[in-house]
């Protein structure tokens, strides 16, 4: 059996990499609150790997997914797990589930607008705009506030410094290429440019990346670096505008997975 008989999706069906992880797990019947990450994040990869082989170009948010689906199942098959302040384990899908609910949050408040955009427009009258408005808000309202600065967050910023990459490059037919970057080198990059000044901005990590691969590979450092709390966030003017700073009060980092 062919992979087009048994793996047939069609890209104008997704609004963007999220609305492709809702399908999968739809499609399986996946706890969303217990993901299994591995399965995921290969169903995924295997998407875009068939979407390359089609010589289809996807937006960079699909490529950004992709690097966290990855980095998240790394996290998980990490020996000794992550703990909070409290001493309890760290879920490293937790972000993931929340930004998916959101997502999913989302998406039924879009269908609920437009049941009731169609319902008004059968009505010669015009409708109370407002108590729809507040119907819907009630409706779908979360009790949690979202925090200032979450991975998501920065992965929107990550989007738009990949975009700017593209735009850089010229169009190439997909080819097979072993690309010379590892996490470990790009840590090293970062542990030198942040060692002589105290803080950077997030686009100025990236300025003299090569292209989406190398980006990519410089992200997951990134995120390793503030993992292990020798950088960290600071946000700056903006919506979406971070910069990175040196915590002083932590040892330089060494290559990953060393003691």
Not at 174 to 193: A, D, G, M, W
Not at 227 to 247: D, H, K, P, S
Request: hydrophobic residues 40%; aromatic residues 10%; charged residues 30%.
């Amino acid at each position: 059996m062919t992979f087009a008989e048994t793996y047939h999706i069609k890209l104008s069906q997704f609004e963007g990499p999220f609305d492709l992880l809702l399908f999968f797990i739809e499609r399986d019947e996946l706890d969303i609150y217990d993901i299994p990450i591995a399965k995921l994040a290969d169903d995924f990869l295997e998407y875009l790997h068939q979407m390359e082989l089609l010589n289809i170009d996807l937006a960079s948010e699909f490529m950004v997914v992709a690097a966290t689906l990855m980095h998240i199942k790394a996290r998980m098959l990490l020996p000794r797990k992550e703990l909070n302040e409290a001493g309890e384990e760290i879920d490293p899908r937790q972000e993931l589930v929340q930004r998916l609910l959101e997502y999913k949050q989302y998406k039924e408040v879009s269908a609920q607008l437009e049941i009731l955009e169609e319902a008004r427009a059968m009505r010669f009258g015009r409708g109370n705009l407002e108590d729809e408005n507040n119907y819907i808000a009630g409706k779908y309202s979360t009790e949690t506030e979202i925090e200032s600065i979450t991975l998501f967050k920065l992965l929107q910023v990550f989007a738009q410094i990949m975009e700017k990459l593209d735009n850089r490059q010229k169009k190439i037919k997909f080819s097979v290429v072993k690309h010379p970057y590892t996490i470990s080198q790009q840590r090293e990059y970062c542990r030198l440019l942040m060692l002589g000044k105290t803080q950077a901005s997030f686009e100025e990590v990236f300025a003299d990346c090569e292209n989406r691969i190398m980006a990519i590979f410089r992200f997951l450092a990134l995120l390793e670096l503030i993992q292990e709390r020798w950088l960290q966030l600071q946000t700056g003017l903006g919506a979406n505008n971070f910069w990175i700073a040196r915590n002083e009060e932590e040892e330089e980092p060494g290559a990953p997975g060393q003691e």
